[in-house]
């Protein structure tokens, strides 16, 4: 009986496994797809093509296209926020981790994910506001996370209002991500992103920490 029971339960755990192993390669290459081909090509049917899988099994993990978006973001979601961890704990402080992503980021990667998300906007809305704009009080903690442990490493200004702040450099995001002001048919989102860094970060910075930033820039430049 025992060994029936075990059989089943050894059984039952395969299959769990084989189902995780399918959903992480549907994820992986919707991913793909979708970066180096744009919303409209990521289909249902060139996925099951791709990955060699029916799209009955597809839709057994992912009832609609919506909803296998959604996995997918919050998965790159995951995967950067575990980047930006990773970052933070091997800089000597949120400065140096700021400037690793300004000048370490892949400018065609960089591009590409912004381009998928304007097409989600124009074409999975409801996708869109689910990501973008309903995170948007959990961002903006982490936001202010960053501020508060700039101020403990003596970098950013003890003065700093955190409650003001935060919410003013996430609306700066949105209002670049959702190109209101029109400057990304000008410039490249990066170079944008970079400019408004600098200046922003400037204004927050104690004299050590402008100290940290002139050093990080001629670095740069160097």
């Known amino acids: 009986m025992f060994f029936q029971f075990f059989v089943v339960s050894l059984h039952r755990e395969n299959e769990k496994t084989m189902s995780n192993d399918v959903k992480q390669r549907i994820l992986s290459e919707s991913m793909q797809l979708m970066l180096n081909h744009g919303i409209k090509v990521m289909t ?3 996925l099951a093509k791709r990955i060699g899988v029916s799209k009955r099994t597809i839709y057994e ?18 995967q950067t926020e575990q980047q930006s961890k ?6 000597p402080t949120v ?11 892949e400018s065609s990667l960089f591009s590409k994910v912004i381009s998928r998300y304007d097409e989600i906007k124009r ?3 409801t996708v869109y506001s689910k990501i973008i704009c309903d995170n948007e009080n959990q961002e903006i903690k982490k936001t202010k996370y960053l501020f508060e442990l700039g101020i ?9 209002n955190v409650e003001i702040i935060a919410p003013l450099l996430r609306s700066f ?3 670049l991500w959702n190109n209101e002001n029109g400057l990304r048919e000008q410039f490249p989102f990066e170079k944008i992103f970079e400019t408004y860094m600098q200046i922003f970060i400037r204004g927050c ?8 930033v002139e050093g990080l820039t001629q670095k740069g430049k160097g």
């Open 152 to 160: 403990k490493q003596g970098v950013f200004r003890k003065d700093l």
């Open 123 to 125: 074409y999975h809305p």
């Open 44 to 46: 249902m049917d060139e």
């Open 173 to 175: 995001f949105l209002q």
């Open 61 to 78: 993990h992912f009832e609609d296209k919506d909803t296998l978006l959604i996995a997918i973001l919050n998965h790159h979601k995951k």
């Open 95 to 105: 400065i140096h981790a700021v400037f690793h992503v300004l000048t370490n980021v």
């Open 86 to 91: 990773t970052n933070l704990k091997n800089s």
């Open 205 to 212: 910075c104690t004299e050590k920490g402008l100290e940290v």
